[in-house]
């Protein structure tokens, strides 16, 4: 084996990569996953007034200070105000205003007395509880307040983030653009899904697992598409897309044989060739190049293999080039349950599923072009290069998916 190891080949792949600094104006419903190009700044304050928390009555704690169930204080109503409006009376010395909750406590007040403490009265109201000076009582910008910086530039937006930009008021924001994706697999034995399947031929299916992942990662598919084993026709295509693209991603035609294209694409296209060969199970004949500034990087066609080598190279590279901290390789540490019985030469990564700091391996084959006991796993169980067996409870680390 005259490979370079994953992390090396990552590294070097990191190197030949940009941060994306071009942004882009989206609705607020599309945000989720993307990121904020510029400091969120508050433009008013939340909540913007004074508000109820309570069903109740606004009043001054004063007049309440001697009040019991037994010793009732009697005070006029003068207003009510509801969610959404607002009430423009004073309170003032022996006065209540009925509130709900969420609506503006008029000036005057400085608390809330619940109804429950009350005789829930419409013209006087009889109150059975002191208060202290502001009890019940959510000051405007308990939240946050006007001019704070809410969300930092380069923060992802989840559902919480979404949230509080709609609580300001938005309904677009700026945010970086998309990392742009060329997926091309190859292969004449290839069909796409909806073809009729001839003898022979295989469906294509690396086309969806790479092209849904890269999408969950919120990459964008430029453009999708399955090519015959000839090098000038993917030679020409590359060459077509590449402008638009921030990275080239193919599969299939990277070993030895007669139909493995890829050399000669590299060739054809004159790129500059970074490695070939990772010393890794699967995957093992990861082609990488340089074509126009931009990576090209070539998988194997083996379906575990492509997938695995998505989420070890290719992740972290879109984590860094549209900002995604949460898209970086978490490895952690778990005991192993199940063994896998082969010496491994190289670092292996076996299909497992992690929980509560066990690494449990699939029973499943962990064969390269095996993909049905891919289903259900979370995690990538990693056997290092010059491992013997792994036995029941050994440590081992794990790359969660
Ligand atoms: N004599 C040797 N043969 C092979 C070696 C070697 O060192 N010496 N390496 C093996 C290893 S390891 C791998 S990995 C594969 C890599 O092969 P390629 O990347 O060239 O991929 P293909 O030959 O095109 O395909 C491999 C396998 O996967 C199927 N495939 C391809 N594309 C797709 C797709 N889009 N969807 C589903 N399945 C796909 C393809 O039909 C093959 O069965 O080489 C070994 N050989
Ligand atoms: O390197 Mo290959 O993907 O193991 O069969």
């Known amino acids: 084996m005259s490979g370079i190891t994953v992390d090396q080949a990552r590294d070097i792949l990191l190197e030949k990569v940009e941060q994306i600094n071009e942004t882009e104006v989206i ?37 309440i ?6 010793n009732p204080v009697s005070l006029i109503v003068i207003d009510e105000v509801t969610a959404g409006h607002i009430s423009s009376q004073y309170v003032s010395k022996g006065m209540a205003v009925r509130i709900m909750t969420g609506a503006p406590i008029p000036d005057g007040a400085d608390c809330v007395i619940r109804q429950e403490d ?53 309904d677009s924001l700026e945010v970086y653009r998309q990392a742009r994706v060329m997926l091309i ?93 990772i010393e890794i199970k699967p995957g093992m004949p ?45 490895r952690i540490q778990a005991k192993a349950v199940g063994c896998f019985g082969k010496k491994s030469g190289v670092a292996r990564y076996v299909r497992g599923y992690y929980r509560e700091g066990k690494a449990i391996l699939t029973t499943g084959s962990n064969d390269s072009g095996i993909m049905s006991s891919m289903c259900g796993c979370n995690s990538l169980i990693e056997i290092p290069a010059g491992s013997e067996r792994l036995n029941e409870g050994d440590d081992v680390w794990t790359v969660l998916l």
């Open 185 to 277: 697999t190859t292969g004449d034995e290839l069909v796409l899904p909806g073809e009729a399947l001839e003898a022979g031929k295989i469906y294509d299916s690396n086309l969806y697992t790479l092209g849904t992942r890269l999408r969950q990662w919120g990459a964008q598919i430029i453009s999708g598409t399955r090519l015959e084993d000839n090098p000038y026709v993917v030679a020409r295509e590359i060459q077509k897309g590449v402008c638009r693209a921030d990275i080239v991603i193919t599969t299939g035609g990277v070993s030895v044989g007669k139909k493995d294209i890829m050399h000669d694409v590299i060739s054809i296209l004159g790129c500059e060739k970074l490695f070939w060969k």
């Open 118 to 170: 009350t005789d829930y009265g419409e013209v006087t109201v009889a109150v059975y509880k002191s208060l202290k000076k502001w009890q019940n009582y959510c000051f405007e910008g308990e939240d946050y307040k006007k001019g704070e910086v809410i969300l930092a530039r380069d923060t992802m937006i989840g559902a919480v983030e979404a949230g509080i930009l709609a609580s300001l008021g938005y």
């Open 65 to 70: 200070k001697h009040a019991a169930k037994e």
């Open 286 to 330: 990861t082609l990488c190049a340089v074509y126009q500034g931009k990576l090209l990087i070539c998988l194997s066609g083996n379906p575990y293999g492509a997938a695995v080598n998505l989420e070890l190279l290719v992740r972290p590279l879109l984590a860094f080039m549209m900002r995604r901290k949460d898209l970086e390789l978490q």
């Open 27 to 63: 609705p607020l419903w599309d945000s989720v996953g993307r990121v904020i190009a510029r400091d969120i700044v508050a433009q008013h304050s939340q909540p913007p007034f004074p508000r109820s928390p309570l069903d109740g009555y606004a009043l001054r704690s004063e007049d």
